[in-house]
């Protein structure tokens, strides 16, 4: 492959599956400039500071509180991020949006609030919207005057969001969008301004509406008693003959989809970043109290399975780190080259990476709820107990599998989304799966020559694309246009593709890092996290390939594709035990998270 269409196939939505990354191609957190650190810093100092010490009251659902919250954080610039600064916003680049994000995260229920207003409550009327409606809603809902949320679920329609009910029809005088049903689960509901609501027009067309809450017809249900992030408003919403000005209609009648999906696109990734923010916390917290418990006359910090907890929550957390960061700047990149309408072309980037943001959703949120779990196992009895930090946590962290596409509805989307992409010729899959077959016939497949400290990892990652290419190309082959059906085969392929991608952004951050850095210490426990992980997550993509291709494939063609999996997955061993403790050293060292800013 030539270097031009390497780097064409690097900056596609999916790419890293064909091309491989050099170090100084990718963005990680050492990139980043003061001013997005100083974002980050105000962030954090603002939920420390000025919410968290109404935690107690915010969960309670004092009122008035939690819109007292978000209209703070407003005066501060942090809810405009995503509006251009012609309506008022602050336009920040992708990578401060992430920052941003993450570091609001520490207390959940405010988080949860924050990407209602700021992400989905905002994008659709930003990309989207008239010149009117941006003139009118944007610069108010930059300083959290008006609060805003997004409502396309339904008591009868969560994942099946197309299958909504609500409808709107033309008034008889043609001036308002006469509205009828029920949206579920709104977040921010309880006390917004400004809802971003889809309906069927005549009950068939699919499109999305701007309605304020002084609109007669409409009204809001009780808070629903939820499992955690109790601190965040989450309602019915009813209307009943709601009529809605006829230039309230957002984007076209009918086109109300492509309004939802590129919508969450843009907070899946941001949920992904809140969940790093997370993941950071809570390991913090474990930190601290290992060192202050003891037991057996040591503190839990010193028995190796305290340590290799911590280490694993590190670990986790530094690739969902790496990846995050990486697309955030493959994102950034992209939209600064984009010539014309920027907002315009900004939605078609957001729609090339929407791969990677369901990567950072499903991902993100995963290791958040292993990080939360572990976080509760290390305090022990105490974490079961609503005094200490972790309970929240614990509670807190669940619904990030569920909401903006379940983790399930996620992984089929990435596989879709790549096939897709194959298909119409944007990522050339086709072709390498084409090559692949070839060089596994010509016995030149398993050649991955790469010297330097991180060799066999780089084997590893480069293998790790071939698996793919392997599993997939026989799950197409062998299912065709039913492929959708074979849902399981379709998930392992989805958690190939992410371990791909994790894989790889952790290898060349660790590369970046070591050739740009000469402080040892951290720098080699980044080394030590990227070797632990890369081997952990090789095992992930042979499990997950040999479930795929035995479902695929039976007898001789069944057992040559295992041999050759087998080839591809081969791998030395590494002590994961000793990578760990190092890790753990790091983690212990500072009480936190070691690889920030790394
Ligand atoms: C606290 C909270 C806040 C929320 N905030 C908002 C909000 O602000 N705006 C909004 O519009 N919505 C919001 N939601 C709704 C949320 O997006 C939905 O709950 C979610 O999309 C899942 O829909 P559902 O609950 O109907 O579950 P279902 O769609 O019934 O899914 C149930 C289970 O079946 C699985 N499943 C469904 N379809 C398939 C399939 N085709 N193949 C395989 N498995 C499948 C799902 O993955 C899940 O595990 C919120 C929900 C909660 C709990």
Not at 42 to 56: I, N, R, S
Not at 165 to 176: C, E, F, I, Q, W
Not at 241 to 257: A, D, Q, S, T, Y
Not at 310 to 333: H, K, Q
């Amino acid at each position: 492959m030539g270097t031009t269409t390497v780097s064409q196939n690097l900056t596609r939505g999916g790419g890293f599956l064909i091309a491989a990354a050099r170090p100084e191609d990718i963005f990680t957190p050492a990139d980043l400039n003061d001013d997005q650190k100083l974002i980050g810093q105000t962030a954090e100092e603002f939920v420390a500071k000025e919410v968290l010490p109404l935690a107690p009251e915010l969960e309670q659902h004092k009122e008035g509180l939690m819109p007292q919250m978000l209209k703070k954080a407003g005066e501060l610039g942090l809810l405009g991020g995503g509006i251009p600064e012609e309506y008022g916003g602050t336009g920040l680049d992708k990578v401060s949006a992430t920052i941003l994000a993450e570091k609001l995260s520490a207390y959940g229920s405010f988080a949860v609030s924050h990407g209602g207003h700021a992400g989905i409550g905002t994008v659709p009327i930003v990309y989207f919207g008239t010149e009117e409606q941006k003139k009118k809603y944007l610069p108010k809902i930059a300083t959290g005057e008006w609060l805003s949320c997004y409502c396309l679920s339904e008591p009868q329609a969560g994942s099946d969001s197309l299958a909504a009910r609500t409808r709107a029809v033309l008034s008889p005088d043609g001036k308002n969008w006469i509205l009828n049903g029920q949206k579920m689960w709104i977040t921010n509901g309880g006390f917004a301004d400004v809802y971003i609501v889809f309906a069927k027009v005549d009950g068939e067309k699919f499109s999305c509406f701007i309605v304020e809450r002084k609109f007669p017809g409409f009204t809001t249900g009780a808070e629903e008693k939820k499992m955690g992030i109790k601190g965040s408003s989450t309602v019915p919403i009813f209307f009943e003959n709601c009529p809605v000005p006829k230039e309230n209609l957002l984007h076209e009648i009918g086109r109300g989809h492509i309004v939802a999906f590129n919508t969450l696109n843009v907070g899946r990734f941001s949920l992904g970043a809140y969940c790093l923010g997370g993941s950071k916390k809570v390991l913090e917290a474990a930190s601290k109290y290992s060192k202050e418990r003891t037991a057996f006359g040591k503190r839990l910090s010193e028995f190796g399975l305290i340590q290799a907890k911590l280490a694993e929550m590190a670990i986790r957390t530094y690739a969902v780190e790496s990846m995050i960061y990486r697309s955030a700047g493959m994102i950034e990149g992209a939209m600064s080259a984009a010539q014309g309408d920027k907002t315009k072309q900004a939605m078609q980037v957001l729609e090339e990476y929407a791969i990677e943001s369901s990567i950072s959703k499903v991902y993100g949120s995963e290791v958040t709820d292993y990080c939360v779990d572990e976080a509760v196992q290390i305090f022990g009895g105490y974490g079961y107990h609503e005094d200490y930090p972790v309970a929240r946590a614990y509670r807190d962290s669940r619904i990030n599998r569920i909401f903006e596409g379940t983790n399930e509805i996620n992984r089929m989307l990435i596989v879709q989304m790549l096939l897709k992409r194959a298909m119409g010729g944007a990522l050339p899959l086709i072709p390498a799966a084409m090559k692949l077959g070839e060089e596994v016939l010509s016995g030149t497949a398993m050649e991955e020559t790469a010297d330097g400290p991180f060799a066999e990892e780089e084997r590893s990652v480069a293998m790790g694309k071939k698996i793919f290419l392997q599993a997939s190309g026989a799950a197409v082959q062998r299912f065709r246009e039913k492929l959708a059906d074979e849902q399981e085969i379709v998930a392992a392929l989805a958690n190939i593709v992410m371990e791909v991608y994790a894989m790889e952004s952790c290898l060349r951050r660790a590369q970046k890092a070591a050739a740009t850095r000469s402080e040892g210490g951290i720098t080699a426990a980044m080394s030590d996290a990227a070797r632990a992980f890369i081997y952990d997550a090789a095992g992930r993509v042979e499990r997950e390939a040999r479930t795929a291709l035995a479902a695929t494939a039976e007898g001789d063609m069944l057992r040559t594709q295992l041999s050759v999996l087998r080839r591809f997955a081969k791998r030395e061993p590494v002590d994961g035990i000793a990578l760990r403790r190092r890790v753990a050293a790091a983690v212990l060292a500072g009480d936190r998270y070691p690889f920030e800013g790394r």
